[in-house]
Structure formats: structure tokens, C-alpha cells
């Protein structure tokens, strides 16, 4: 039996597949590439050296570019803080277009990535050098990346919906 005629359902809402996709694919690459430097490579060792982007296997104590390195507990925080505000508007995100739900997937996957080197390992695994830039790994680039879509996203308001 269908709804009474003439009444008004609320629209029904998806979930942010973009969202979860990306955050599943930037979780898993992070944590194959990680194990892969780790199990392959000594700290300090590094590959490729004279190519534009270089393998340099390095245990990161700190925030992004190893500041901070006595802070642990307080990237765990931000981390947490990250992953509830995302769960918090889970199902509002779903409104928003593709990229945007994988700009914050891409947040999401980084943020939980790192964290969890962090509780398991007390650092985490840094491993890509660009020349004149300090060591990163694939958790820091879609961290990096989803808060470039985040930012663009908000700079268009709601002209964003392509």
C-alpha cells in the first residue's frame, strides 16, 4: 500500500557514496604504500634520488613536516575531531556534488590513515620527497588535496553544483 495521495513525503536522501569511496581509496593506498616503504626500505634510505620525486623512507614524530614532534596526542585530537564533524553531516553531505563528497572522503581517509600510525606505531610513515619540500606521504596529499576541493567549494558557494 502506497503513500496517501496528495501527501507529502520528505525527499529521500543518499548516502555520500563519493565520500566513502574516496575515503576508502586514499585509507588502503596509504596503508599499502606504508607497509610497502616500511618493509622495504631502512629509515633514511631513499630511492630515486635524481628523479623529480624520490622515495626517502622516514618515521614522522610530528604534524606535517615533522613540527611539533612531542605532540602526538594533540594530532589524535584533530583527527578525531575531523572524523566526528565529517559523521556529523554524513547524510547533509550527500546533497553536495561528486567532488565535494570526495574532497572530504579524501580528508577523511588521510586523517584516519595517519591516526592510526599514530596509535599504533607512535609516528607515521613518510615516504615521497618533491625537491625543496619536506618528506609526505599519500594520507598527508589527500588530507591536502580534499581541503583545496573543501576550500573551493566554499569560495563558490552554491555555484558548485556542476
Avoid at 40 to 48: D, E, I, N, S, T
Avoid at 63 to 72: C, I, M
Avoid at 112 to 131: C, E, H, K, S
Wanted: aromatic share 12%; glycine share 10%; net charge positive.
Amino acid at each position: 500500500m502506497g503513500p496517501a495521495k496528495g501527501r507529502c513525503l520528505p525527499e529521500a536522501r543518499h548516502w555520500p557514496v563519493w565520500t566513502a569511496v574516496a575515503a576508502a581509496l586514499v585509507f588502503a593506498l596509504d596503508r599499502v604504500t606504508k607497509f610497502w616503504v616500511s618493509h622495504a626500505l631502512f629509515p633514511g634510505q631513499q630511492l630515486w634520488p635524481s628523479l623529480p620525486i624520490h622515495i626517502y623512507y622516514a618515521e614522522n614524530r610530528g604534524a606535517a613536516f615533522s613540527l611539533l614532534p612531542n605532540a602526538q596526542w594533540l594530532f589524535l585530537v584533530v583527527a578525531v575531531v575531523v572524523v566526528v564533524a565529517i559523521a556529523a553531516r554524513w547524510r547533509p553531505l550527500s546533497g553536495e556534488p561528486w567532488w565535494v563528497q570526495a574532497g572530504v572522503g579524501m580528508v577523511l581517509g588521510g586523517a584516519v590513515g595517519n591516526a592510526l600510525d599514530r596509535i599504533t606505531q607512535g609516528y607515521v610513515v613518510d615516504f615521497m620527497q618533491l625537491p625543496h619540500w619536506p618528506v609526505f606521504n599519500v594520507a598527508d596529499s589527500g588530507v591536502t588535496v580534499g581541503m583545496v576541493i573543501v576550500v573551493i567549494r566554499i569560495a563558490l558557494g552554491g555555484r558548485g553544483d556542476a
